[in-house]
């Protein structure tokens, strides 16, 4: 790179793109430089409040401490992977059963896709309920709770007592990032106990997660790998972690 300024834009750049990177992601995205330069870079990027440097890489400023990333950055990342997450997903939902669907980009573009039919569903995603809306023949019901503007979701205590009472067919969740030693994780601790809570309510839990959120390690930890029952994904998942997914017996699409 031609000079330390050029190389420091370009990490954010690549930290913001991402929102959540690993330290290994980025060095795999900028070869040339060492790691101890990236080290010190993403040190200073931090003091210049540029980026928040996190245990094992780096988020987006736009991850405020405590929440998700910024719903409108997630909702124009990684277009084409949740297209292909929403199409395959749209075939595992059957009609009259009862669903969950969590909040997050993928969801919401699942929400945009479903079909008008007799379902009753559940959400504490204020965008999945607009894009609900439309549709004449489900039963929709938004759950009650404290509002993240973040994530434009609901959840809390009062969200954990609702799902207790309902069991579910279905659970389509999202999920933040993947790692083999953290499983499952999301940003914010009161939105990992509603997952977990819904989870213990639902026959059949199925994540929506593109491959680039794999090996990233984020604050809160869901669930396991072996407590879910289906991962719709894109084609790019890496080769060990299908490994893992075999290993447990989850079903891969």
Known sequence: ?????????TIVDLVNQSGNISFAQLKEKIPQISEMTLRTDL?????????????GGAKSVDVVIGTDDMLSRRLVRNIEAKQLITQKALEL??????????????????????????????????????????????????LGGTMNR????????????DVQRINFDQMFMGVTSYCEQTGFNCGVDEEAVLKKSVMNQAEQ???????????????YSICELRDVDIIVS???????????????GVQII
Do not use: W
Request: hydrophobic share 35%; aromatic share 4%.
């Open 43 to 55: 040190k200073a990027l931090d003091e210049a409040k540029r980026i928040v440097r996190v245990h």
């Open 1 to 9: 790179m031609d000079s330390m300024e050029q190389r420091r834009n």
């Open 150 to 161: 973040y994530s434009m979701s609901v959840c809390g205590i009062h969200t954990v007592r």
């Open 93 to 142: 939902i059957r009609k009259d059963t009862t669903i969950f669907l969590d909040s997050g980009s993928t969801t919401t573009m699942l929400a945009s896709c479903l079909p008008d039919q007799s379902n009753l569903i559940y959400t504490n995603s204020l965008t999945c309920a607009a894009e609900l809306g439309r549709l004449a023949k489900p039963s929709v019901h938004v």
């Open 205 to 219: 839990t199925i994540v929506l997660m593109d491959s680039s959120k794999v090996g990233v390690k984020n604050t």
């Open 234 to 248: 894109d084609d790019n998942l890496p080769e060990e972690f299908i490994e893992e997914c075999r290993k447990y």
